[in-house]
C-alpha cells in the first residue's frame, strides 16, 4: 500500500466550529507533515512529525492544532478559523533519517472553506 | 534552506521535449535536488532526484552541472496530460524541503 489517504476531501465550517482533518498512511513512514496551499501558490508547511512527536511547527496559529495519535494517524485540529484559512491542506508522508532520497508521498488533500 | 527560482510558466506542444531550469545558488554541499509535479487539486507527486551529473528514470532526466547552482528537468514528448504544475526543491532530506514558486508547464494539441 503506497497510498496516503485523507479525509474529508471537502469541509465547509463556520468561524465557530471545531473540526478535524485525518490523514493515513500504511507505508511505515516515521515522518508525516501537514500542508496548506492556497490557490495558484506553492505548498506551505505546518507541521512535520517524526517518530510521533512534533519536531517542526512553522509558527503556525494555535487555532491549527495538530495530532500524532501513532505512526499511521495524523490529525490536524480546527478551531476558531478564519476565511482567510480557507485552502487545500495536503498531508504527506516519506520514511525517516533518510538523508538521500527527497521523496514525500502526498494526499490528495482536503478542500476547506471557512464561512 | 536554499532557496530556488523557476519560471513562472511554459507553454509547449505535444510530441516536444520541454526543459524547465532551476536557479539554485547558495545550494549547500550535502542538498540533493527534487522534482515534484502536482496536478490541480491534488497532491504533488515525485518525479525525480539527483546530486550531480545527469539522473533519467521513466519520465524524465534531470541534468546539473559541475557547480550545482542550476539544474534542468527534462520531459521528452511531453502529451497533455503533462500539463501540470512543476516544483524544484533543493535539501538534505525530506523535512528540510521548502516548495518555490514552481512553473506552470501548459502542452497544446
Known amino acids: 500500500d503506497t497510498e496516503v489517504t485523507q479525509t474529508p476531501k471537502h469541509l465547509v465550517m463556520g468561524m465557530t466550529n471545531k473540526k478535524s482533518l485525518k490523514c493515513e498512511q500504511h507505508?511505515?513512514?516515521?515522518?508525516m507533515y501537514w500542508y496548506k496551499q492556497k490557490a495558484k501558490k506553492p505548498p506551505e508547511l505546518m507541521f512535520v512529525y517524526s517518530y510521533e512527536k512534533l519536531s517542526i511547527n512553522e509558527s503556525v496559529p494555535s487555532r491549527f492544532s495538530p495530532e500524532c495519535p501513532n505512526s499511521s494517524l495524523l490529525n490536524l485540529h480546527l478551531h476558531a478559523l478564519q476565511p482567510e484559512d480557507s485552502a487545500l491542506y495536503l498531508c504527506a508522508s516519506s520514511p525517516q533519517g533518510q538523508k538521500d532520497y527527497n521523496e514525500q508521498f502526498f494526499g490528495p488533500g482536503t478542500r476547506l472553506t471557512v464561512l | 534552506l536554499a532557496k530556488t527560482t523557476q519560471p513562472i510558466s511554459m507553454d509547449s506542444y505535444e510530441g516536444q521535449e520541454v526543459n524547465i531550469t532551476c536557479s539554485h545558488n547558495n545550494i549547500a554541499t550535502n542538498d540533493y535536488i527534487t522534482w515534484y509535479q502536482q496536478f490541480p487539486s491534488q497532491g504533488p507527486r515525485f518525479i525525480i532526484q539527483?546530486?550531480?551529473t545527469k539522473v533519467t528514470n521513466e519520465v524524465a532526466s534531470l541534468f546539473i552541472p559541475a557547480d550545482r547552482k542550476s539544474s534542468t528537468l527534462s520531459l521528452p514528448r511531453v502529451s497533455l496530460s503533462d500539463t501540470a504544475v512543476y516544483y524544484c526543491l533543493v535539501g538534505e532530506s525530506p523535512d528540510k524541503l521548502i516548495f518555490g514558486t514552481g512553473t506552470r508547464l501548459q502542452v497544446f494539441p
Open positions: 507505508m511505515g513512514h516515521r515522518a
Open positions: 539527483g546530486y550531480k
